[in-house]
């Protein structure tokens, strides 16, 4: 046992000082939207708007995006935390865990730096035993940062804590999912990317059974997430589910050493799947490599948005209805109740809400994509193909411009995926409107591939990026339910575009448009100006 875990310490030591700063802005964020929306919401909704509230989430399109339905006869600030925020922090935290373990098991051996260490005194489980301490280190500080967020709140000590641990469980069980399946795969974006079908899977699941049946159904237990739900916090506080998703991290963990003992390192249990023995004639060109590249990441995220554009889509006419009759809850859509032709309108202003929203994910969509070419670069890739007859702008502009492209493409399936869900509210000719109406967000979206493109030309990291897209998320769909000032509203750049009425009849101003396209040529070219001038691995 000595010998195998050899060095553990040292590598732990090592791990929490390179993703400090990292671990710190999750953990931050985290709590800190938790203790703003626990102290903010109250005093927004008021008692009459959260029991307003509780008839939308009582509906089964209600349950699918929010959770089982525990309190909703008598809704509380806690009841709407558990029910509603406690599946979107848990997903989050899960995302960080999974990133986390294979970031510092497969992700190094990828790079090769897991032969230089194990060079040196390292037992043969050092490495996946130190990221699951780093794992197990992450998701106390942020449980017990959550926890800590709502007794600021004045909730109850129990189920605070109980809420923190319960999140904490959850990312220990996708740290654990994590740590089997980048034992499977050679590669670190394959193993994320199982890991992430488990938790997408999962999602999925709880959405399902918790449509199915209030409180939840059968399927609903099939899901990790769902464990964390059913634990009925502010409610009827019950703590034995948390040892189902204890359980599963110690399995996972298990697993993923025993699965480690038989193999190499750098290789994986599952065989790589044998190539074409030539091109074809698209995968002779940087263009269709490229594509080839990103078919996968497209496929699952088109898919994704669809469902997920078609979930909420469903609960547009319940919830409009709903808001129409409790001012409060305007706020979420922005909307003044002494505007009558808005309020005549309001599904569509749902639609208009939740097409923001995908806007925003796209974007995420934009900024994950572009680390394509940092990993090129960092693992020798970049100068094998600049050797030979490629030029810098080209080499660096085709991806570019190829995720500028998928980005339109999934703009238009959420959009028709929220006007399939909202059919029944809109008719089945809106499909294509809302679809129209998504890409309108295309220069947006572009602009923020086009500022990564920036950063990557300053040899900078994306993080500054990744923070203020998070900001933008956080006003742009809570600020007027926040009551944030508005001079913090007018700076959040995807509500200055009216989608809905640009690809309607109605007239709106395309400025924003325009600058936002004139905004992205401008970065894209100082970017691609800078990447030809600097040094690779500066």
């Not at 060095?7 to 671990?23: C, F, H, N, P, W």
């Not at 994590?178 to 394959?190: D, E, I, N, P, W």
């Not at 679809?435 to 920036?454: D, F, H, K, N, R």
Request: glycine share 12%; proline share 4%; charged share 15%.
């Amino acid at each position: 046992m000595t010998t195998t875990f050899a060095g553990t310490g040292r590598l732990v030591r090592s791990m929490l000082a390179e993703d400090r700063a990292r671990l710190l802005v999750w953990a931050l964020l985290l709590s800190g939207f938790a203790a703003y929306a626990s102290l903010a919401l109250p005093r927004v909704f008021g008692e009459d708007g959260l029991q307003a509230r509780a008839a939308v989430m009582a509906e089964p399109a209600g349950a699918m995006m929010a959770g089982p339905g525990y309190g909703l006869d008598h809704y509380t600030i806690g009841a709407l935390m558990a029910n509603e925020m406690l599946g979107f922090l848990g997903v989050a935290v899960a995302i960080m865990s999974l990133l986390l373990v294979v970031r510092h098991t497969r992700g190094d051996e990828e790079a090769g730096r897991t032969e230089l260490l194990r060079a040196a005194p390292l037992g043969r489980h050092a490495q996946l035993a130190a990221a699951l301490t780093v794992l197990l280190v992450a998701n106390a500080v942020v449980g017990a940062l959550l926890s800590a967020a709502l007794l600021v709140a004045g909730l109850p000590a129990a189920d605070s804590w109980a809420y923190g641990t319960a999140i904490a469980a959850v990312g220990l069980v996708f740290g654990g999912i994590a740590a089997t399946t980048a034992q499977l795969s050679s590669h670190a974006r394959a193993a994320s990317g199982m890991a992430g079908a488990v938790l997408g899977a999962a999602y999925v699941l709880r959405a399902v059974g918790d449509a199915q049946e209030r409180g939840g159904s059968a399927l609903s237990w099939a899901s990790p997430i769902g464990w964390a739900q059913q634990m009925r916090l502010f409610v009827d506080l019950r703590w034995w589910p948390l040892l189902l998703l204890l359980a599963l991290a110690v399995a996972g963990a298990v697993l993923g050493y025993a699965l480690e003992a038989r193999r190499d390192v750098g290789a994986g249990l599952l065989p790589d799947r044998r190539g074409r023995e030539r091109a074809t004639a698209a995968g002779r060109t940087l263009t269709g490599l490229t594509l080839r590249l990103e078919r996968g990441r497209i496929l699952w995220w088109a898919v994704g948005l669809f469902v997920f554009g078609a979930l909420t889509g469903s609960i547009a006419g319940p919830m409009a209805e709903t808001m129409a009759s409790q001012p409060q809850l305007l706020a979420v859509l922005g909307v003044d109740p002494a505007d009558e032709e808005a309020m005549a309108g309001l599904v569509s202003e749902a639609m208009g809400a939740f097409l923001k929203f995908f806007a925003m994910a796209v974007a995420v969509y934009g900024l994950a994509a572009t680390h394509r070419l940092r990993s090129d670069e960092a693992e020798g890739r970049a100068e094998l193909a600049l050797a030979g007859a490629v030029q810098r702008p080209r080499w660096a502009g085709i991806p570019l411009l190829v995720h500028v492209g998928a980005s339109l493409v999934l703009l238009a399936v959420a959009g028709a995926g929220l006007g399939v869900g909202a059919s029944t509210e809109v008719g089945t000719g809106a499909v294509g409107e809302f679809a129209l109406a998504a890409l309108a967000y295309g220069p947006l979206v572009a602009c923020w591939i086009a500022a990564a493109m920036l950063l990557y030309g300053l040899g900078w990291s994306n993080v500054p990026l990744w923070s203020v897209l998070v900001a933008v998320f956080v006003v742009g769909m809570y600020g007027p339910l926040f009551e944030l000032p508005e001079a913090v509203l007018e700076i959040e750049p995807f509500g200055r575009i009216d989608a809905l009425t640009l690809a309607g009849e109605g007239s709106a101003d395309a400025t924003p448009l325009v600058a936002a396209a004139a905004a992205a040529v401008v970065l894209a070219a100082a970017g691609l100006a800078l990447v030809r001038r600097r040094d690779l691995r500066l």
